[in-house]
Each structure stands twice: as structure tokens, then as C-alpha cells.
């Protein structure tokens, strides 16, 4: 088991920059798919992005390539989110998620989440 514990979130202007950081408890974190998912209010919870076990390779929502980075630590048990070019669309709730299989663009499929972090970009 995996808690996660999200960080970093805050008001920000359009065309700024924002680092998200994803603190995991446990010795297993190397286990785990990590990923980051956002929610506007009132929409469904959506992918924004992931990254594998070792952190070889990364997966991005179509809305987010290249202006997003997902990056994993394993040694000190740390996933991030740096957000480039943000957009008012990018406003939402952040959350971390963490997953022992293969990636997936479901919500529902993944094992364990953080409590979220809010981010406001203003126009």
C-alpha cells in the first residue's frame, strides 16, 4: 500500500510555470506506476499524464504535450508535474495517483490517490 501526498499548487498566470510534487510513504514506490490526473468543477476527472516505474518513459494527455513534465524520484520516494505555458483551461484540482500495473487513461483503474492540490491559473 502507497499513501500520496500532493504539493505545490497555488495561483499562477497565464503563461506561467507551476511544479507539482507527489510525496509517497512505503519502500515499494519503485512498484508503482505514477500519474497525475485533474478535476474542474463540475467535469469528470481527467488523465494529464504518467510516468513508468523507472521513470524511462512518460505519457501525456494530448491537452498537456510539451508543455507538461512528469519526472519520478525513486530514492526519495517523489513524483512531479512540472507545468509550463499554463492556460486558465488549466484550472483544476491536481491529483497523484499511483498504480501497480500498466498505465491507464481511466481514473478507475488506478489503486491509490492523493488528496489533490488546487490550481488556478488566471487569464
Known amino acids: 500500500q502507497v499513501q500520496l501526498v500532493e504539493s505545490g499548487g497555488g495561483l499562477v498566470q497565464a503563461g506561467g510555470s507551476l511544479r507539482l510534487s507527489c510525496a509517497a510513504s512505503?519502500?515499494?514506490?519503485?512498484?508503482?506506476?505514477m500519474g497525475w490526473f485533474r478535476q474542474a468543477p463540475g467535469k469528470e476527472r481527467e488523465f494529464v499524464g504518467a510516468?513508468?516505474?523507472?521513470?524511462?518513459?512518460?505519457h501525456y494527455a494530448d491537452s498537456v504535450k510539451g508543455r507538461f513534465t512528469i519526472s519520478r524520484d525513486n530514492a526519495e520516494n517523489m513524483a512531479y508535474l512540472q507545468m509550463n505555458s499554463l492556460k486558465p483551461e488549466g484550472t483544476a484540482v491536481y491529483y497523484c495517483?499511483?498504480?501497480?500495473?500498466?498505465?491507464?487513461?481511466?481514473?478507475?483503474?488506478?489503486?491509490?490517490w492523493g488528496q489533490g492540490t488546487q490550481v488556478t491559473v488566471s487569464s
Open positions: 510516468v513508468t516505474r523507472t521513470g524511462a518513459n512518460t
Open positions: 495517483a499511483a498504480v501497480v500495473r500498466m498505465y491507464s487513461e481511466d481514473a478507475i483503474r488506478w489503486d491509490y
Open positions: 512505503g519502500r515499494t514506490f519503485s512498484s508503482y506506476t
